[in-house]
């Protein structure tokens, strides 16, 4: 299916189909990445901006590379030492770097709807590194794409997304995306950090580990994110990782073949035991070479290129 | 007799008095007066009613003019006017003023640019506490004296209950009513729009509906034990109806009002983060705003009140989190009335209008809302059947943040009088 869309906000946006053509060009731009020289030149003479509001290494640190790799000028900014530190609102911080040329604009920040702000506001393409709690879709992306490499597709696909659901983006942009391509969601940890109301979006809600985890194809660990919270969702990090820490005993608990996906950054010995990270069930380093290839896909398509024009 | 104005044939309802029919209505002085002679009715100035409602001026106890500090918003004469546009003779400001309106100078300052500016009546109300800061209770008597008709700390909710107990207690005195905005911040912390299925979808922080209800409990109790009168504003959610409605079973001195924006819309509204759908209740869920028709029709809240709130565009053009709750209301207010209770038959016209008018005005025990003889000669006349669609330019407020822009309103106001002077003629405000 051909991709129309000049941004990049959400996937619960996305059809099954668009996805998929996310999924195509992914694969593509990743034997491009497998080559000796891979660059390649569908964004020359574009900029890049990226605007993170919010501090990042890992999804700036690829999205620059994606850029890169499709040979884009690429400038990222640290807006938090930027004029919006003197006042300046979004919407005229985005309207100048628009006016100093920018063709595409890739935007992390702490408030959810940011991204559709501002991609209503400007007329280059806008895609969503993250806004608040709300979506996070190029992590969705990748994870799903790194199922479907793994599993051949998510149909029918038993995950369980394990931890901070509530104030997850991560979570939120996978469940639609997940549910989308026919997979069975389960969402589990502690009551405080996932409401009921998730069940609405057909997904399940757990708080008993055991039976959350049980059968499952996947499970994907999601950090325990302190800033986050206004106040304390549980006694204690001790107490979490008790309740809810993934160690060998509860890996058993999953299939034989299950994997173990997280986003990063890990916090070793608190949500994961370390040996688990490390452990050949774990595709979190995989994850990571794939967010590379799918930015790129997003950025190639939200540019207006042709899934179908690209050979890998 | 002086010259007087006759409105003719209209459907002149009155609820107070009961009254509705085919009528006409005569003002002298400033006043409603009886069928005069035959010989001053030749040289009347005539207003042609018909097919026109005749209502008494429409009262709103809930109104932020930004005076003093922030008429970059809003001034006294852009909000009378946009009261008078929407039908309002009389409005309660409230004191969430810059500096807050807690000493009688700063009373008296809103009272001389309401001599000055205003083309509507204007009722002052102070804070329950210094600065609205919830620490020490402002001088109720000496406010009282400067011509505050209730206290209200406005968009804060004092969170001290012993404080607030002596508060009412010590405003009872004066027969001061209390005018609460019911929060309780431990819960609502950071919340940005309803705690629901679309906060939880949204990524947005929530503000849960126990956090109005157990401050709306909080009042009952204290309204019970001190038999003072607190007025709950905006209520917003099933159970804060419910608690209300045992309370006044129970004969406990609490009143409340809703807005037509909790009456019309619900917390779906925010799904694309439009900042005019931001406010303080959120919009909550459709069982919510259900249960708010409900509690108009069977009494359990006392009347409406736009909760008028201006802010700038610019204020209101960023991301949610950081945009300013509230929204206008006083343009819109009888045309969404009109379309929720009226139009969709769940009440008749004098029971809707009775929401609007003398309900209100005896809460706080204002002599209006009425065109009994003798009476402030306040008069709303509009067309219930006229369709109109209110665009961001088309608001007498200074500012433009409405829910309702590019959509339907039934209901419409053709001219208002204050005090027998016509202010507001078919779109255009008469200011001399």
Redesign the interface.
């Known amino acids: 299916m051909p991709w129309f869309r000049k941004d990049l906000i959400s996937t ?1 946006e996305l059809s099954p189909e668009e996805i998929q053509t996310v999924f195509k060009t992914t694969a593509a731009f990743k034997k491009i990445l497998g080559r000796k020289t891979a660059k390649t030149p569908p964004l020359r003479g574009k900029t890049v901006v990226n605007l993170f509001f919010e501090n990042s290494t890992r999804t700036r640190v690829a999205f620059e590379m994606a850029a890169t790799k499709l040979s884009a000028d690429v400038m990222s900014l640290d807006m938090k030492t930027s004029s919006t530190s003197k006042g300046e ?3 005229d911080t985005v309207e100048n770097i628009h006016a100093l040329a920018a063709d595409m604009i890739v935007i992390r ?6 991204a ?2 501002i991609s209503k506001v400007l007329d280059i393409p806008v895609l969503n590194a993250g ?5 996070h879709p190029t992590q969705a992306l990748l994870d799903c794409f790194t199922l479907h490499e793994k599993f051949g597709s998510l149909k029918g696909l038993k995950i369980a997304i394990l931890g901070d659901i ?2 997850s ?1 991560v979570a ?1 942009s996978n469940l639609w995306a997940m549910t989308k391509l026919g997979a069975e969601v389960t969402l589990v940890g502690p009551a405080t950090l996932v ?1 009921r ?2 069940e ?2 057909g997904v399940t809600v757990s708080h008993d580990l055991k039976s959350a985890l049980a059968d499952k194809d996947a499970v994907m660990l999601l950090r325990i994110q302190h800033e986050r919270q ?2 304390s969702a549980f006694p204690s990090i001790n107490e979490y990782t008790r309740m809810f820490g993934l160690n060998k005993t509860r890996l058993s608990w999953l299939k034989e073949n299950a994997v173990i996906m997280h986003p990063g950054p890990i916090n070793r010995g608190v949500e994961i035991d370390s040996e688990l990270a490390d452990s050949p069930q774990s595709v979190i380093l995989g994850q990571v070479t794939n967010g590379l290839a799918t930015r790129m896909a997003c950025l190639y398509l939200c540019s207006g290129g042709k899934a179908e024009t690209l050979t890998g | 007799m002086s010259q007087v104005t006759w409105i003719k044939g209209g459907r002149v309802i009155d609820p107070k008095i009961e009254r509705d029919e085919i009528s006409d209505i005569f003002i002298s002085n400033g006043k409603i007066i009886d069928r005069p002679s035959r010989e001053t009715l030749a040289k009347a100035d005539t207003i042609d009613a018909t097919g026109l409602v005749a209502s008494p001026g429409l009262v709103d106890l809930h109104v932020h003019f930004r005076v003093p500090g922030e008429t970059h918003k809003e001034t006294i004469f852009s909000g009378t006017s946009s009261a008078a546009t929407g039908g309002f003779t009389s409005v309660v400001c409230m004191p969430n003023t810059s500096p807050p309106a807690d000493t009688a100078g700063t009373i008296q300052y809103i009272k001389d640019a309401v001599g000055r500016e205003s083309i509507v009546h204007v009722f002052p109300t102070a804070c329950i506490t210094v600065g609205s800061e919830g620490e020490r209770l402002a001088p109720t008597g000496s406010l009282r004296d400067a011509g505050a008709v209730a206290i209200s700390d406005g968009g804060k909710c004092l969170q001290n209950s012993g404080l607030m107990r002596r508060a009412v207690e010590y405003a009872n005195m004066f027969n001061m009513p209390v005018i609460d905005h019911c929060e309780d911040y431990s819960l609502s ?2 919340g940005v729009m309803n705690e ?2 679309v906060s ?6 929530g503000n849960p509906a126990e956090a109005e209800d157990i401050m709306v409990s909080r009042d009952v109790i204290l309204s019970a034990k001190t038999g003072a009168h607190i007025h709950i504003q905006h209520v917003s959610s099933r159970n804060a109806i419910d608690i209300i409605r045992r309370a006044k079973s129970r004969g406990v001195n609490i009143s409340a009002e809703a807005t037509p924006h909790h009456m019309c819309f619900s917390e779906l509204e925010v799904s ?2 439009n900042t005019n759908f931001k406010m303080n209740p959120p919009l909550r869920s459709e069982e919510d705003r259900l249960a708010i028709l409900e509690g108009l029709e069977d009494g359990t809240i006392d009347c409406i009140a736009s909760g008028h709130a201006p802010h700038t565009d ?1 204020e209101k ?6 945009a300013p709750n509230g929204v206008i209301g006083l343009e819109t207010a009888l045309g969404a009335t009109l379309n929720q209770l009226y139009h969709s038959k769940r009440l008749d016209l004098p029971r809707t209008l009775s929401l609007l008018t003398y309900q209100p005005a005896q809460i706080l025990n204002l002599n209006k809302g009425t065109l009994e003889i003798g009476a402030d000669a306040d008069v709303t006349l509009f067309d219930p059947e006229c369709e109109w669609t209110p665009q961001s330019n088309s608001f007498q407020s200074k500012s433009s943040n409405s829910p309702w822009i590019n959509r339907t309103l039934k209901g419409k106001v053709i001219q208002t009088f204050v005090s027998g002077k016509l202010v507001f003629d078919k779109g255009k405000i008469l200011s001399s």
Request: glycine content about 8%; aromatic content about 18%.
């Open positions: 619960e609102t979004l919407r920040h702490s408030a959810p709807g940011s559709a702000y806004d608040g709690a709300h979506e509530l104030y983006r939120r409401p109301e998730f609405q979006f206004n106040a | 912390a950071n629901g299925l939880t979808k949204l990524g947005l922080r694309d983060f610019y053009d960023v991301e949610f989190d950081y």
